[in-house]
């Protein structure tokens, strides 16, 4: 039960200290962790109890309330951060946290990449190199369309912490502005290469062929969930609106560079089954169709890599149903910063094949 009259513990960002993987047998637990799953259930002899699944970046692990089941409820919805206190007991060969007491935290307090799987790589910087990236776009009109998205502050915040996907590729806080980044670098490589290439036009579908996950997600809590108009439109439908709202208020804006560029985020996935709405038609779209899938991949595996064994050499992993294949990867202590590996899989397609971007 709550202790109504004990102050609140002040959690500073620093201040967490306890991880899930770290959790063994009989330990004491009292420190912070994101519900991830919350149900009502009833034991044998029909007195109600919480069902939790907390986490944090580490992992997730099974917690049960057995005592003030009914008024502690709305202290623990999916995607509150919680206080508790507790202790650990394996039952039937799992992990699992008996909880004494349980109230409900301001997230404002803490560094929310403690909680849920975060992108190794520093967002201030890689927004920076974003925006030099954008700066670098010669053409006037898709440098100032980019500038709307990429220099507004109140849309950056969001995009900084923004995840990808719900489960497959980048599937962790900053893993969209990761991925984006990620993208348009590869443009920038390899329009140089091919003269042919429109290089400001390949920049602007690199950087804007994702834009639409930004509503096509609600991250108002965490884990993260598709939102209504998510399901119902599509990233790629939303980013083209998101696009055109924009255009309209950017002067002048060439009626025939607007279609191309919509035409690349329409496009991007490739083929129909992927659930593009059109094929890629024109070059810049055939090379965003390839380089976003290669970031995408690569990022696949990287997460794979980051749960093999620390021993050296490749060796083989799981089978992968998103790949539909097995992969031959080093141990990852010979990798650079691992991938955050999510834990689901992204089930909004569930009849298409397997997509990773």
């Known amino acids: 039960m709550v202790d109504e009259k004990k102050p609140p513990l002040l959690f500073k960002k620093t201040m967490k200290t306890t991880y899930i993987k770290d959790i063994q047998d009989r330990q004491a637990v009292a420190d912070l962790f994101l519900v991830k799953s919350m149900s009502v259930a009833e034991t044998k002899a029909g007195k ?3 069902n939790l699944t907390l986490m944090d970046r580490s992992g997730d692990i099974v917690g049960r309330v057995w005592e003030g089941a009914e008024r502690l409820q709305a202290q623990c919805p999916p995607g509150a951060l919680v ?3 507790g202790q650990s007991q394996s039952f039937r060969g799992q992990l699992q946290l008996n909880i004494n007491t349980i109230k409900r935290r301001d997230e404002a307090q803490v560094e929310m990449s403690a909680f849920v799987p975060a992108s190794p790589f520093d967002p201030e910087e890689m927004a920076a190199e974003l925006v030099g ?6 053409d006037d009109h898709i440098r100032r369309l980019l500038l709307k998205f990429f220099n507004n502050d109140e849309f950056m915040a969001g995009f900084k912490r923004a995840v990808a996907a719900k489960g497959m590729h980048h599937a962790y806080l900053g893993g969209l502005l990761e991925h984006t980044l990620g993208v348009a670098r590869l443009a920038a490589a390899v329009a140089p290469l091919y003269p042919e290439l429109d290089r400001d036009l390949l920049l602007a579908g690199a950087m804007l062929h994702d834009i639409g996950k930004m509503k096509e ?3 108002s809590s965490f884990p993260a969930d598709y939102s209504d108009q998510g399901r119902l439109m599509g990233h790629m439908v939303l980013g083209v609106e998101m696009i055109e709202e924009k255009i309209g208020r950017t002067k002048d804006f060439p009626p025939e560079l607007a279609v191309r560029l919509k035409h690349m985020i329409l496009s991007h996935h490739g083929r129909y089954e992927f659930g593009s709405p059109t094929l890629p038609m024109v070059s810049e779209a055939f090379v965003l169709n390839f380089i976003d899938d290669m970031d995408a991949k690569l990022n696949t595996i990287a997460g794979v890599r980051a749960k093999m ?4 050499g490749y060796q083989w992993s799981p089978y992968q149903r998103s790949l539909e294949r097995f992969l031959f990867v080093k141990g990852h202590s010979e990798a650079g910063p691992a991938a955050a ?4 899989q992204d089930n909004q397609s569930a009849q298409a094949p397997p997509r990773l971007f």
């Open 341 to 344: 590996v999510p834990e689901e």
């Open 133 to 138: 990236l954008v700066r670098s776009v010669g």
């Open 83 to 85: 206080e508790i206190s």
């Open 48 to 50: 109600p109890y919480l």
């Open 217 to 219: 997600f609600d991250f």
């Open 309 to 312: 064994e620390e021993t050296p």
